[in-house]
Nanobody, 122 residues
Framework: VQLVESGGGLVQTGGSLRLSCAAS????????MGWYRQAPGQQRELVAS???????NYADSVKGRFTIFRDNAKNIMYLQMNSLKPEDTAVYYC?????????????????WGQGTQVTVSA
């Protein structure tokens, strides 16, 4: 599975951006997809995730402002970010989880995109 993000950039406080993550390869094996972010000097954190059936999960800091959704037919996941704040500034990474189940085991594999910079000016 290969992931390519796009849509980052510079925006003022209160503005909006939409990130996209295009998946290719064995996309039919993808279960959950998500967006993570990492600010300078901080650990990478989960922003939002969406399962293959559309169930979503959000970090408390973005609830009500960000919306995650995916188009399984096009193999693209989106993150609509509204009411952006300076603390949202970070590199945003796309993540996909593939679960491989055999008679003997269940193994999850994580795939990551290269990241896209989001900068929110005060």
């Amino acid at each position: 599975v290969q992931l390519v993000e796009s849509g980052g950039g510079l925006v003022q406080t209160g503005g909006s951006l939409r990130l996209s993550c295009a998946a290719s390869g064995r996309t039919s094996d993808i279960d959950t997809m998500g967006w993570y972010r990492q600010a300078p000097g901080q650990q990478r954190e989960l922003v939002a995730s969406v399962t293959h059936i559309g169930s979503t999960n959000y970090a408390d800091s973005v609830k009500g402002r960000f919306t995650i959704f995916r188009d399984n037919a096009k193999n693209i996941m989106y993150l609509q970010m509204n009411s952006l704040k300076p603390e949202d500034t970070a590199v945003y990474y796309c993540n996909a989880v593939v679960t491989v189940v055999t008679i003997e085991s269940k193994t999850e594999f994580d795939y990551w995109g290269q990241g896209t910079q989001v900068t929110v000016s005060a």
